[in-house]
């Protein structure tokens, strides 16, 4: 199966330079598991502290701007719950990749605005809102891995 041009992920030889142990590390299907649910870790842990906090999470949108609304905690919640199971399970992982990565953008753009700020503040925001482009960043690889994983070899 071929990934991202000429790297290939089931491939029988270890890539050049690489450790036979890095290799069977990489193969292992514990670390792809490891993978998936650490990468959707803040938005499963966010959905389930959401679906316990219904208030504090209404709160928490009309502090950013945003109605706080019982059709927009619904819709988070399916966005951040449905896309991490998605992604976990490899069910339409594209999806839940593609719902979380522009879920990520919005809410990253709306509470990280790190241009509005100065000094200190406003560096400290840049690098939360950085961290947030590489979760997209993430999320895009696990699309494409996903997609890697779906289509036939060339």
């Known amino acids: 199966m071929r990934l991202l041009g000429s790297m290939s992920v089931n491939a029988p030889r270890y890539a050049i330079g690489m450790p036979a142990i890095v290799a069977v590390i990489l193969r292992a299907p514990a670390t792809v598991w490891f993978a998936r649910i650490g990468l ?3 938005y499963w842990w966010s959905g389930v502290d959401k679906l316990t906090h219904p208030q504090a ?23 951040q719950l449905g896309g991490s199971v998605a992604i976990v399970c490899n069910r339409h992982a594209w999806l839940g990749a593609g719902a ?5 953008a ?16 406003r560096f400290a925001e840049m690098n939360v809102f950085m961290e947030h482009i590489a979760l997209i960043a993430g ?16």
């Open 40 to 42: 959707t870790l803040p």
């Open 57 to 79: 999470t209404l709160e928490e949108f009309h502090a950013t701007g945003l109605p706080a609304s019982w059709l927009l905690y619904a819709l988070v919640l399916a966005v």
């Open 100 to 104: 979380l990565a522009i879920f990520t």
């Open 106 to 121: 919005f809410a990253t753009c709306l509470a990280h605005g790190f241009w509005k700020l100065a000094g200190a503040a």
């Open 139 to 154: 999320l895009a690889l696990a699309a494409l891995f996903s997609y890697a994983g779906q289509r036939p070899a060339a």
